[in-house]
């Protein structure tokens, strides 16, 4: 059944349907891939990108025709770190109302994070996810455990989660303490050739607070959460990382520290990734005035010189992607004393809005940056098959108006949630339209 949300609408995908053909007209096909970047026509035929030209091809009648002109023809954005909720909190969310924000904010793909309850880490949970997913309007990867109920305690069964199908593992939202367990892990990945996603935070550090710690955080009177609290467990990792010889990929880099110890880090060969934010890219700690609940959110916005610098690592091909983190919560759960709420913002519908207005309309990243960062390298670094549109490739397809002006208002997500940072945000640019396996998920009216 079709849905609609204001002026969007979201058609249910069924795999099982044979689709339509497709061809998209007069559209600026971006593949960093490729190094494509020019006015091509994209044929689509079985759910597969079946040619691209400079002049129109020969069709017959049953082709669906869609002149794109005007807009961005990209290979479909993946989004590697998304709470998904489900199972244990379908109240915040569902694999259901969180894959149609994906593919409403122009992603065909999501990473979910196990942090769920119970958490994912054993096969049957794992399955769970990927059979919740089937019919859903992108595609679902998931992501494994590190540690049984990511207690910090005992490795979860890594083999047998990614022989189910998860393509990394993690204890996000909770750093693995232990040294020694943590070296385990990462030995332990090298036999999968999976990436290790680590959130960095020493608690004995960060000590329950609930912002930067900082000038800001001393005039609201809120208990914060130092720099180094992130910087001391990203140096541990890179570290263990260069000792074992194991992939690590560092989750949403907030602070100048962490960039500069990854840089610094990859100089030396590391296997290290990164990712940081839009929220870390565009707000600040004394955004967080007066009490915003909905600007808290773990690691916390940061400092001016903070964020210039992650902007910076993004530049120079330090951070490598962009995700969001999209971390739903009920009201009643950020509704409260700034104390009190829970960490964690959503941004799957406004990531694309975000990254345009702020990066690539002021030129800090070129369109193609923007795919390899939102689309290439995520998918490069999970080793799924997606980030092109090369022929013969599956036809996930996001199509952006760049020009588009839009104002935020989280009424009219398709998430369950509102917690947006953006509220109110005036932004330029979104995904007109998403096309799963040569299906048309999402599109906007007009």
Known sequence: MVKKHGSTVYYPFNGSKKAQPILLINGRLIDPVNNLDGIYHLLIEDGKIKSISEQIPAFSSDIQTIDVRNKWVVPGLMDMHVHLREPGREDKETIATGTQAAAAGGFTSVACMPNTTPALDEESKIRYVIQHGEDCPCRIYPIGAITKGLEGEELAPMGEMVKTGAKAVSDDGKSVAKPNLMRNALNYSKSFNIPVICHCEDTALSQKGHMNEGIVSTRL??????????????????????????????????????????????????????????????????????????????????????????????????????????????????????????????????????????????????????????????????????????????????????????????????????????????????????????????????
């Open 221 to 446: 009177g809120i208990r914060g959460i130092p720099a180094i609290a992130e910087e001391i467990i990203v140096a541990r990792d890179l570290l263990l990382a260069e000792y074992t010889g194991a992939r690590v990929h560092i989750a949403h880099v907030s602070t100048a520290g962490s960039v500069r110890l990854i840089r610094d880090a990859k100089s030396r060969g590391v296997k290290v990734t990164s990712e940081t934010c839009p929220h870390y890219v565009t707000l600040i700690d004394e955004d967080v005035g007066p009490y915003d609940t909905n600007k808290k959110m773990n690691p916390p916005l940061r400092t001016a010189k903070d964020r210039d610098a992650v902007i910076a690592g993004l530049v120079d091909g330090t951070i490598d992607v962009i995700a969001s983190d999209h971390a739903p919560h009920v009201s009643e759960e950020k509704d409260v004393e700034f104390d009190a709420a829970a960490f964690g913002v959503i941004g799957l519908e406004t990531s694309v809005g975000i990254v345009m207005t702020y990066l690539v309309a002021k030129g800090i990243l070129s369109p193609s940056d923007m795919i390899r960062k939102m689309s290439v390298e995520p998918n490069r670094i999970m080793g799924t098959a997606g980030g092109t549109l090369s022929t013969g490739a599956i036809a996930d397809i996001t199509i952006i108006d760049p020009e588009a002006n839009w104002v935020v208002n989280p009424q009219h997500f398709f998430s369950k949630s509102r917690n947006t940072a953006f509220n109110g945000f005036s932004l330029k640019g979104y995904a007109w339209m998403t096309i799963l396996g040569g299906q048309i998920v999402f599109r906007r009216e007009g």
